[in-house]
């Protein structure tokens, strides 16, 4: 295992050149991994973090594929530091270059882990989502992303943000990615023979060129779409954010305390006006 210079595209925490054969699968460094420090992308806690002396349980999977040479472990992702903000912007470990356009922030949190598959680095990553962290840098990166149901993969020594909403889930570049993600994430995991075609569209105010690609592609791939409405949809979300900036700050309160000066500022920030 080798760590990765912050002179180098900062994709990567640390990386892995192990031979094997089976998909190449990158962790975010959120997730506890045998014999390597969790950082949690922050100096923070990377200045103080020890190699971990267990895998996180969310990693059996992953582990059991290795041993039976059917999957490759290739590195550590870097990510939006203590995965608390959407740019994947990330001032101590650098910030991953977007595959699409360099001129574009990758999407956070799981920034690191977007690009690592976009940029054809790993065929597979593990991310994590609490209010967006999986879904947005796979947008912004062009690849997929799921969000898991709350509770379906242990959290368990992974660096929480907020407990209650915090969720494990794949990215790939395409749904069969998906597919081979949640096997190793949830070994004996299958997909239904016939999946749903009806999905439900909610229409947010957004640029009309999205709105319009969004309702090209749900025609492309031949849903039939149910328009879908939230009453005060607005409002929703402000609690919701509420709420996560609430569980954020009783997480890294005592991290904010004792090394704020080790805190990028646009994270610091938005804890301090979420305490």
């Given at each position: ?185 949830e070994p004996g995991f299958t997909i239904a023979a016939e999946a749903p075609r009806t999905v439900g569209r909610l229409a947010i105010d957004a640029d009309p060129k999205i709105d319009a690609a969004i309702d090209s592609a749900l025609r492309t791939a031949g849903f039939d779409v149910q328009p879908v409405s939230i009453p005060d949809v607005d409002a929703v979300i402000a609690a919701s954010l509420t709420v996560l900036g609430a569980a954020a700050w ?26």
């Amino acid at each position: 295992m080798s760590p990765v210079s912050l002179a180098d595209v900062a994709t990567w925490i640390s990386t892995d050149s192990q031979p094997g054969s089976g998909p190449r699968v990158a962790v975010k460094d959120l997730i506890d991994m045998a014999g390597l420090p969790t950082t949690a992308g922050s100096r923070a806690i990377a200045e103080r973090a020890a190699p971990a002396t267990h895998d996180a349980p969310c990693l059996a999977g992953l582990r059991e594929a290795q041993r039976r040479g059917a999957a490759r472990f290739v590195g550590k992702t870097n990510l939006h530091e203590l995965a608390y903000g959407v740019t994947g912007i990330n001032a101590a470990f650098g910030t991953p270059v977007n595959p699409l356009d360099p001129r574009r922030v990758p999407g956070g949190s799981s920034s690191g882990s977007a690009v690592a598959v976009g940029a054809g680095e790993a065929d597979v990553a593990f991310g994590t989502d609490t209010g967006g962290s999986i879904r947005i840098p796979a947008a912004c990166c062009g690849i997929a992303g799921l969000k898991t149901t709350w509770g379906r993969v242990s959290l368990e020594d992974v660096h929480p943000l907020a407990p209650a909403l915090d969720t494990i889930g794949p990215m790939a570049r395409d749904i069969s990615g998906l597919v081979t993600g949640m096997a190793l994430l949830e070994p004996g995991f299958t997909i239904a023979a016939e999946a749903p075609r009806t999905v439900g569209r909610l229409a947010i105010d957004a640029d009309p060129k999205i709105d319009a690609a969004i309702d090209s592609a749900l025609r492309t791939a031949g849903f039939d779409v149910q328009p879908v409405s939230i009453p005060d949809v607005d409002a929703v979300i402000a609690a919701s954010l509420t709420v996560l900036g609430a569980a954020a700050w009783a997480t890294n309160a005592d991290l904010v305390r004792t090394s704020a000066d080790l805190i990028g500022a646009d994270v610091l920030d938005r804890l301090r006006r979420s305490s």
